[in-house]
């Protein structure tokens, strides 16, 4: 069978709920055609999966329509999964192009995004096994590469806020692979082929080996935001607006990254997230879950200065200062003097804290204002109500 072409809206918007009426029929809470890279040995292996447009929660007629063009491709759709994964063909996109008829004209720039995919499939020779469409229909541990990418994606277009969708078992379904500029080679078929590829000099120049593609291989960023060092930013890493990546000891890892214009010249760690206007000093270190901070995700407030070399493994809040090669852990021993324990409780009137002058570190998580510091002579870490305005350079930004 297939989709006779939709004279008008109201028609378009009929074939809509006649196919949400379908027995069974579950609205997908994400969708999107990609086109894959697949095994240079194992054809059925996908390496990777590009998506040129990404929908969360969003465009629910679309994800109707191409539901309805796989069906009268001869599809059997599964609903009762998290995921549903299949690849398309040439009688898919002209059932699509049946049903989107009366946008096809109007499917440029940021309009139907859906149908300039569409349209652009449509012009393709042969489809064969390079594209493929992904539902989700939970927001589940992914079983597929398809699965992870239009996460990973999600994340990095800030279509879901960070730390805001399940992640787990990625790295079990995603291969490792040697990736040349975009495209990933199978490591077997690069050891199987190693000899006459290095004796013709067509051995590839690998850029990284990894499971994990580069930020920039899949995302747009804003037009003032700077990455300096491709290699610095992994695809699932969220950069606002505004955001300067330098290179050096910078690294913003998957699901972590910045909420607003940062100056980024040390690492954030998976999970980490850093406010606008803050300042991550050359070489320092936000800890990610599994390296120090005991399950604990790590919040950098707004207008906070992380001071070069220096390792936090302590959400800190606004307007605070970690002197530079300063380490603060959930257990550090911090000495505060009961002058500034008193300014430190003003600028924090809802915080519960003891009048003593030793505090762990864990005490004091999330709060505004804390200039953290050592004493040279003794190695203290002392804590003191900051003075100091962390402002970054606008022009920068």
Known sequence: MAINTVANTDEF????????????????????????????????????????????????????????????????????????????????????????????VEATGDAHRNVQVVKALANQEDIGKDYRICFLFSDSAAKSVEAVYLKLNALSLAKVPLRGIVL?????????????????????????????????????????????PRYLQHVIPADNTRILDSSKVRMGAQLAPGTTVMPGASYINFNAGTLGPVMVEGR???????????????????????????????????????GANSVTGLPLGNACILDAGITILEGTKIIISSEELEKIKAANPEAKLDSKDIFKAVELQGLDGIHYRQNSLTGEIIARRSTREVKLNTELH
């Not at 009929?14 to 994400?30: F, H, Q």
């Not at 270190?285 to 200065?305: F, M, W």
């Open 268 to 306: 954030i760690s998976s999970s980490a997230i850093v406010g606008s206007g803050s300042d991550v000093g050359g070489g320092a270190s936000i800890l990610g879950v599994l390296s120090g901070t005991d399950g604990n995700p790590i919040s950098i407030g707004e207008n906070t200065l992380l």
């Open 13 to 104: 918007k009929k074939l809509v709920e006649e196919t949400k009426a379908i027995e069974g029929y579950r609205e997908p809470i994400a969708f999107g055609i990609a086109r894959v890279d697949r095994g240079q040995l194992n054809v059925e292996s996908v390496l990777q999966a590009n998506y040129a447009v990404v929908n969360w929660n969003e465009n629910f007629g679309s994800a109707a329509v191409f539901i309805r063009s796989l069906i009268e491709a001869g599809a059997d759709v599964d609903f009762s999964g998290d995921e549903f994964v299949i690849t398309i063909n040439d009688r898919f996109v002209d059932n699509a192009m049946a049903a989107f008829a009366p946008y096809l």
């Open 168 to 212: 787990d078992g990625a790295f079990g379904v995603l291969p490792n692979v040697a990736w040349v500029t975009s495209r990933p080679f199978e490591l077997n078929y690069l050891r199987e082929n190693e000899i006459e590829m290095k004796i013709n000099g067509t051995y590839p120049n690998i850029d990284s080996v990894d499971k994990f």
